[in-house]
């Protein structure tokens, strides 16, 4: 069986007006592995989408949780109260960290939380069997997760409004949780992103020190791109380059901008990843 990823929730939808569209993201995994959700969106469109995309939720085997915040862990109460029954969710300990934005609104500065909507009881209630994990990970045979991703001294997020409350003070958020897979297909390690926020460049080698991967076959999802320096794009490019990407997937935080970018650099090697669009490897 060919590895088949189906994008659930992401911000732009083309197929049908019965999809939802929201901020967020969510693909399924499809393989003789295993069926896997990663993220679950804010919650608006994944149930839905699941539906109108004709996959059973009850076939869903594992969650994994990219990081903390609400567009990317919206969705899963209504995953699990609609599954039943109990299932492991796999994420580092950092998503239940309280994760704030601050930003400047008339002459003001806000604090917004953006964290995870519900408390950790309330899932495992639900049937949450969280599997906290670090570092490279292995969950299946062919599928791996990388969070706690080496980046050099002194590194900060380029986003700046994104911060986590702790002990009630408001820092900077390191993104420890920040998580990225990796799957094993018949085409090529494929790499899929949440939202990279430890940087695509700083993961990507990071994947290959661990891996000893000096190609990846495609990398799908989340850059963060938006918001980075002109500096920092153009090194993930290169990046991109110098690991002959073969297709690549930007979308969701990645911008329309940047995903236009990539389209123009790429070309052939660039691919859509909004609602429903399926790739198999």
Avoid at 140 to 152: C, D, F, G, N, Y
Wanted: proline share 2%.
């Amino acid at each position: 069986m060919k590895t088949k990823i189906t994008v659930i929730c992401e911000n732009s939808v083309y197929l049908t007006s019965s999809l939802i569209a929201e901020h967020g993201l969510s693909f399924l995994i499809e393989n003789d592995d295993t069926t896997l959700l990663f993220d679950t969106g804010q919650g608006l469109g994944i149930v839905n989408n699941l539906n109108v995309l004709g996959k059973d939720i009850h076939a869903i085997r594992q969650i994994v949780l990219s990081h903390g915040h609400y567009d990317h862990t919206g969705g899963l109460f209504a995953i699990l109260k609609d599954r039943g029954g109990k299932i492991p969710v796999y994420a580092h300990s950092s998503i239940f960290n309280g994760k704030y934005a601050h930003y400047a609104e008339s002459g003001n500065l806000t604090e917004k939380y953006i964290g995870l909507p519900k408390e950790r009881a309330v899932y495992e209630k639900a049937g949450a069997e969280f599997r906290l994990i670090k570092g490279y990970s292995s969950l299946t045979e062919k599928i791996s997760a990388i969070s706690e991703v080496k980046r050099p001294s002194g590194w900060k997020s380029w986003d700046a409004r994104l911060k986590q409350k702790i002990n009630g003070e408001i820092v900077d958020d390191p993104f420890l949780d920040d998580l990225s897979l990796v799957i094993e297909t018949d085409s090529g390690p494929v790499v899929l992103l949440g939202c990279a926020h430890a940087g695509i460049v700083e993961i990507l080698h990071d994947i290959s020190l661990h891996t000893g991967y000096r190609e990846f076959y495609a990398v799908i999802g989340g850059t963060h791109l938006n918001t980075a320096s002109e500096e920092y794009t153009k090194k993930a490019i290169e990046a991109l380059k110098q690991f002959k990407i073969k297709k690549i997937a930007p979308n969701h935080c990645s911008g329309f901008e940047i995903e236009c970018m990539f389209a123009s650099r790429f070309k052939n090697e660039f691919y859509r990843a909004a609602i429903g669009d399926v790739f198999e490897f």
